[in-house]
């Protein structure tokens, strides 16, 4: 079968305006690399089985492609393969701060009175607090922290594995999700075989140092093999379910996997 380039696309006669305003409406960056590589009419039609004519079918087209998009990446992953790491000399520093709202407005969360809450398909729903967390086995990893806006810099994480500690409280393992509730009204989801990969942290540490709140504080998810968003910091629920939690950004349009 040939396969079909670009230059053997016809574009109708008003396809200038619909393809452009299909682009501005891919306003999520995360769906920008994808999206914007297979975004002509052609492909839209190709990837979804329809021809988009108007604004609505437009719409309904970028969610088909997204939804293909997060397909695509869950059967690509793979969940033993490990992310680079990279030796102490090549940290950013600062390691940037990153948000959907100013440093400034970073929470300020009592480490004291935390209490880690685990509620869903999980058998021991006992909180726990940051001590118990700690008193854990611990890793570290030094990894690179990948922005859906383009930007990546390198960190160096420390914490309780992340498949150890669902083994620990009886999570059921072969649920669909993992959700996260945190400090700063955050919330994301990921899915089970990333929440079992080795190299999944609940992270205390940065840089060997206590988790500090620009960072996170009391904890927060690190996983190299998701891109930033997907990362919750300040976590103060944890959640097993076979429902669709959805997320912050992924509500709004942005790729649920979010596989870096």
Request: net charge positive; charged share 20%; proline share 8%.
């Amino acid at each position: 079968m040939t396969p079909i380039r670009p230059r053997d696309i016809v574009i109708p006669e008003d396809g200038a305006a619909m393809l452009a305003d299909a682009i501005k409406r891919v306003a999520q960056p995360s769906r920008r690399a994808f999206l914007q590589r297979t975004l002509t009419l052609g492909g839209l039609g190709l990837l979804t089985g329809c021809t988009p004519t108007s604004e609505e079918s437009i719409e309904r087209a970028l969610a088909a492609v997204s939804r293909f998009n997060d397909r695509a990446q869950a059967l690509l992953f793979d969940p033993t393969r490990l992310a680079p790491t990279y030796p102490d000399s090549m940290i950013t520093r600062p390691f940037p701060f990153n948000a959907y709202y100013g440093e400034d407005e970073v929470r300020v969360v009592d480490g004291d009175a935390w209490r880690l809450e685990l509620s869903g398909l999980i058998a021991d729903r006992r909180p726990w607090t940051l001590d118990a967390l700690r008193a854990l086995p611990q890793q570290s990893q030094v990894t690179r922290h990948i922005c859906v806006e383009g930007w990546s810099a390198i960190g160096k994480w420390g914490g309780v594995p992340f498949s150890h500690f669902l083994r620990r409280v009886g999570a059921d393992l072969s649920a669909k999700y993992v959700g996260f509730k945190c400090a700063d009204d955050y919330f994301t989801s990921i899915d089970m075989a990333t929440a079992l990969h080795p190299q999944t942290l609940m992270a205390l540490t940065y840089d060997g140092q206590t988790l500090p709140p620009r960072y996170g504080y009391p904890m927060k998810l690190r996983m190299p093999t998701k891109l930033g968003y997907k990362n919750p910091k300040h976590i103060q629920a944890i959640f097993v379910t076979n429902t669709y939690p959805g997320g912050y950004w992924e509500d709004q349009g942005y790729n649920w996997f979010g596989g870096s």
